[in-house]
Nanobody
Framework: QVHLAESGGALVQAGGSLRLSCAAS????????MAWFRQSAGKEREFVAA???????YYADSVKGRFTIARDNAKNTLYLQMSSLEPVDTAVYYC????????????????WGQGTQVTVSS
């Protein structure tokens, strides 16, 4: 099994920045892709960004140019640097992992963290 634990969620003002972290433990050798998803009240969970073991990065159009995903394979840690935050970015952010190439469908990810709340005030 793989265990994922997010941290870094907070209340921040619009235009501000925040960095989320996700620490992976357990059978981390199974992980090829790590990703961030988010879910706001009353909405489905949506893809935010992903990074593969080889360093390929992928972003949702809504966050491109504002968010940066990074991965430290030696530390088994995933990051999401968020800047120019907007109230629409308010959501619970989840870290996810899978053994295959990236996908935007949350149903294709095998491992999930418990989520961390990000709230952006206007």
């Amino acid at each position: 099994q793989v265990h994922l634990a997010e941290s870094g969620g907070a209340l921040v003002q619009a235009g501000g920045s925040l960095r989320l972290s996700c620490a992976a433990s357990g059978r981390t050798f199974r992980i090829y892709t790590m990703a961030w998803f988010r879910q706001s009240a009353g909405k489905e969970r949506e893809f935010v960004a992903a990074v593969t073991w080889s360093g390929g990065t992928y972003y949702a159009d809504s966050v491109k140019g504002r968010f940066t995903i990074a991965r430290d394979n030696a530390k088994n840690t995933l990051y999401l640097q968020m800047s120019s935050l907007e109230p629409v970015d308010t959501a619970v952010y989840y870290c996810a992992a899978r053994a295959w190439n990236y996908d935007t469908d949350p149903g294709r990810y095998d491992y999930w963290g418990q989520g961390t709340q990000v709230t952006v005030s206007s």
